[in-house]
Every structure is written in structure tokens, then in C-alpha cells.
């Protein structure tokens, strides 16, 4: 233990500073147990799909130009199916983040005189441009593709009326976002969107439905696609690129949907035939390989980081209780010198750009300006130990990552010394007014 303390020290972590986030853990050790758990069955599931699509050592080599026959491509494909229990999937390099990917599935899915439905209030901020609920250049607004939105209500549940009278004769693709990304509203249990789903398909069997999966991958032992949604859609820079795939983005579900998207991420007539893996598949097959326990260890720094600054007595969401479906944990400092202390601190405990320090920056698009902690392998990644917050009030910090826990642990017990050293915590761990 000494030992341990001393390595901490190394990075400027103060025997208090220590002992105090090993009470914490000690606290916590029921809830890490429930979550290795959920680790082992997913990643059961992952190596069970690996094997029933014969993953060979062929699989891992790629091809260039247009990419036909590609082995390892198709059998990932094949892979990601099984894991989510879908009909098909399109996972590639050429869908570079997310929002591509969710703009894709929309775009091939969606025709004209179509409407587009969210019954889980404001989608995603960069949807909003896909949308056009923000005017932009090729929204599916321009491509005669209407828009509504049914808001949740106060407690965070469905408005069922409001969905049912939301519902119209052109009503073809419903959006599901399960995390609440950078929102204060709860994120949805898989249970909860398939209580969703069963309710529209009741009023419309043939309306599509999709989940946005971004950070909610491997949280929990069953996903969307398993509770009714024809489509779950996310960014492999995320929770099932496990870390490791340096750029990418999938969509698993229904065969017809999947191709509407591969025709359009080509071309009507090429489809899924094109498309060179070039030679990232090695870091597709692994990453999602360890992405149940990376997601696992992004889980319970999350946690970990609730239960120290509930305990501190700052506001957190999820709290330090709560259940988990995904890996976002919100602070809320009350003041900028707490979420600017806070992102040096995981900036100050990165592998890569330890010595930058992170300043608040107006940043294209926000309404203020925002501070960005991010020393990651992959740029951008947030499935590592990142965190980020605008500096408006109620100045609350955005906290996700961590591809091991010693890592996510480091860099809350490194925030956590910044903010006593700048004074916004007192020597007795508790928050000083501000
Ligand atoms: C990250 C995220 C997106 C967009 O993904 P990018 O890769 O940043 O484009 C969309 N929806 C949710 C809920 C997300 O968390």
C-alpha cells in the first residue's frame, strides 16, 4: 500500500487525497462486482459471435482500391450482426464518427414527404444540423423530409399522448437516442426503449425504429436491436471500437435498412460490395474484442467519479447510486475555477499531452465557450479518459473514459487534487462556498 501511495505521489497526489478515494472504492465494491459481471456475459457474447462467423487469421488482412471480396470486412460485419442479433450491419472506415453514421441511416432510410419522429425530446446537437432543425446545407429539411419532436415530461418519462398524436400517416422513422449525451435528462434503460418501441409499433407496425447507441454499447447485457429497434447506430471511436479502432462507424439491423445505408455510403448498385478495410480490420477485431472491459472500466471510473464529489457535496448525474446506461457522469462545480481545475486535472493524467494545459476556447457552434480535456491514442476518441464543459452556469464538467480503471482512477483523484489546491475544496474534503 505504502507502495501504491508513492507511485500516486508521483504525480502530485497527496496521501490524503489517496486514502480518501480508497474509502470511496471500498463503498463501491458491490456495484464493480454487478459490473465485471455484465463484462463476462458480453464478453462471452463477443467471442461466441467471433467464432460462429469463423473469424480466421485471413480476416485480418485488408485490401485496397475498391475493396472486393473482403474477407475480414464482410465476416465483421457478419460479427457485429450476431453480437446486437440483427439480420445484417455495415461497419466501416468510410463512415468517419457518429453523426455520419446516424446521418447516413436517416438520409437512406428516409424519402421525401417522409417524417421524421423523436419521441425522447431534442436530439444530439450535431443532429440538429442533419435534422435541419438549425438550417444546413443537405439537411433531410432541404430533401422535403419533415421533423417532430415530442418532449419528456418533467420526471424524465414518455409522454404517450403527446407520441400517439405526434404519430401521422407519414410518419416513417422514429429516433431513440438511449444516452442523454450532454442533456440533464435520465438515460434510457434498454427496458424503457423497448416499452417505447412496443407502444409505437402497436399504433404504427411499420414505422421504423432507431436507436442512436453512442456510449450506450456493453453497459448492459441486452442492446436496443434485442428489445424490438430495427436499427441501433453508433460510432466505433466509442464504447465497441474497444479503444483501439482509430476511426469508424456501424449500423446493425434489419437487412432492408442496412442496405438503404450501404447504398448510400456508396452507390445505388455497388452497396456493401465496395469498400476497402485498407488495414484497420486487425484493430476493428480486437477492439471489439475488449470492448465489454473497456467498457466496464469507463463504467466504473464513472462511478467512481459520482461517488467522491456527491461525497464532497457537489450536485452529480447520474448520482452515486443511481443505475448505469452509459458511461457519461456529469459534475456540476457552480463555477468555472471548479470545471477548468477538473479538466486539468484528467489532461494532467493522460499518456499523451500530459504537459498541455486545456484553456476554455469559443469553440464553433456553442453559445459559449468550453473547456476540452482530451490526451488521447486515438484523437477525439472518447471512449479514453476525457472530459469536457462549457463555461456557462451552472458550469457543470462532462466525465467519460478510461480504457483500464487504474487510468480513469488516476485522473479523479488528479482532478480532485487541483480543485483543493486551488482552494474550491477545503482540507476537510467539503465543498467551500462559492
Ligand atoms: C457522440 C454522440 C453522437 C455523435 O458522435 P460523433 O462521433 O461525435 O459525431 C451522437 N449521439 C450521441 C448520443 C453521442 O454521444
Known sequence: ???????????????????????????????????????????????????????????????????????????????????????????????????????????????????????VGKPYDTLEEVIGIRPSKG????????????????????????????????????????????????????????????????????????????????VETIEPTDVGADMVVGSLIKNPGGGLAPIGGYIAGKRECVENAAYRLTSPGLGKEVGASLGLLPSFYQGLFLAPTVTANALKGAIFAANIYEKIGFPVFPDGAQERHDIIQAVTFGSPEGVIAFCRGIQAAASVDSFVTPEPWDMPGYDSQVIMAAGAFVSGSSIELSADGPIKPPYTVYFQGGLTFPHAKLGILKTLQNLLDAGIISDDFRRTQT
Open 139 to 218: 439537411s433531410l429539411k432541404e430533401y422535403g423530409i419533415s421533423y417532430s419532436q415530442v418532449d419528456l415530461l418533467e420526471d424524465g418519462s414518455f409522454d404517450y399522448e403527446g407520441i400517439r398524436a405526434a404519430i401521422h400517416d407519414n410518419t416513417r422513422l422514429v429516433t431513440i437516442q438511449r444516452s442523454k449525451g450532454y442533456q440533464t435528462r435520465p438515460t434510457l434503460s434498454v427496458e424503457k426503449i423497448g416499452e417505447l418501441i412496443r407502444f409505437i409499433k402497436e399504433i404504427k407496425p411499420d414505422v421504423i425504429c432507431m436507436v442512436d447507441n453512442c456510449y450506450g454499447e456493453f
Open 1 to 119: 500500500m505504502t507502495d501504491l501511495k508513492k507511485q500516486y505521489e508521483l504525480f502530485g497526489i497527496s496521501p490524503e487525497v489517496y486514502t480518501f478515494g480508497e474509502q470511496i472504492l471500498v463503498s463501491l465494491q458491490e456495484r464493480f462486482r454487478q459490473i465485471d459481471e455484465t463484462a463476462e456475459y458480453n464478453q462471452l457474447k463477443v467471442i461466441f459471435a467471433m467464432q460462429e462467423c469463423s473469424v480466421s487469421e485471413a480476416c485480418l488482412l485488408g485490401t485496397t482500391g475498391y475493396g472486393y471480396n473482403d474477407l475480414g470486412r464482410d465476416t465483421l460485419e457478419s460479427v457485429y450482426a450476431d453480437v446486437f442479433h440483427t439480420e445484417d450491419a455495415l461497419v466501416r472506415p468510410q463512415i468517419t464518427c457518429g453523426t455520419h453514421a446516424l446521418a447516413l441511416a436517416l438520409m437512406s432510410n428516409l424519402r421525401p414527404g417522409d417524417e421524421l419522429l423523436s419521441p
